[in-house]
């Protein structure tokens, strides 16, 4: 990254270059590096063992992982050129709850592909099978998993960042354009939330990723909708109390 920036001030996935001696690149360029190196990962993985059928559900999931890279970066960027309250800013990014998500849901999706789908499915129907074989090639499973992962923590920040917005705008009042751009936060979350639907082709058989996945979405919409509700409306008592003075 080319922006000096704190420790405390940024997402993990924003620090992570910046730890690494010598490497600066641009936002975009790491981007676009981590989506064409899963991309090329994934082929030359198909190509070695055989396993074109994992390769649509692994570009989407690098296609969402992706985007939300984008997002995540606009947000926390957006939030860095604004008059952000110190305890805001240090819980959003600094307490790394965004990472224990991500490691929560990371565990409980593990849990489901190697233990419960497997047993609630019949031979040979269990999603992995589906994708990898009976015996499925270790690299293959590990580039899975590091895919998942990685979208995985994009889910856990999303959810994360919701949650924050909320105790923000319930603590906090501010002057109408710096809340009218806390509002459009607010909606880059949803938008972070409503790219993971991308998912729901690839999962609209398994009920309980299905649910999980729809019901996550919905819960970050109604979180992000009721923090830009209160803040529409702190706004405009606002406006009216400047207005009658």
Not at 36 to 62: R, S
Not at 151 to 164: E, H, K, N, P, Q
Not at 227 to 244: E, P
Request: proline residues 4%; hydrophobic residues 55%.
């Amino acid at each position: 990254m080319t922006e000096s920036l704190e420790y405390g001030e940024t997402w993990v996935y924003e620090s992570l270059l910046g730890t690494v001696p010598g490497v600066r690149v641009s936002s975009r360029t790491a981007i676009g590096l981590q989506f064409l190196g899963f991309e090329a990962a994934i082929l030359a993985v198909a190509a070695i063992y055989d396993l074109w059928a994992a390769v649509v559900p692994g570009t989407v999931a690098v296609v969402v992982a992706t985007v939300g890279s984008w997002l995540m970066l606009r947000f926390s960027r957006t939030v860095r050129d604004l008059p952000t309250p110190t305890a805001y800013r240090r819980l959003l990014f600094g307490s790394s709850i965004d990472v224990v998500l991500g490691v929560m849901a990371f565990v409980a999706l593990v849990t489901y592909l190697f233990v419960v789908d497997p047993q609630g499915s019949e031979a040979g129907s269990a999603l992995l099978v589906e994708l990898f074989g009976v015996d499925p090639p270790a690299l293959a499973i590990g580039l899975a998993l590091l895919v998942l992962w990685d979208v995985v923590y994009r889910i856990g920040t999303c959810w994360w960042a919701s949650v924050v917005g909320l105790w923000r705008a319930l603590t906090y009042e501010f002057e109408p354009e710096p809340t009218r751009a806390y509002q459009r936060i607010d909606a880059i979350n949803v938008g972070f939330a409503a790219v993971q639907l991308l998912l729901v082709p690839l999962v609209a058989d398994r009920v309980v990723l299905l649910v999980v996945l729809v019901g996550h979405v919905v819960a970050v919409a109604v979180v992000a909708t009721l923090s830009i509700t209160i803040q529409g409306r702190r706004k405009t008592m606002t406006a009216v109390s400047v207005d009658h003075r």
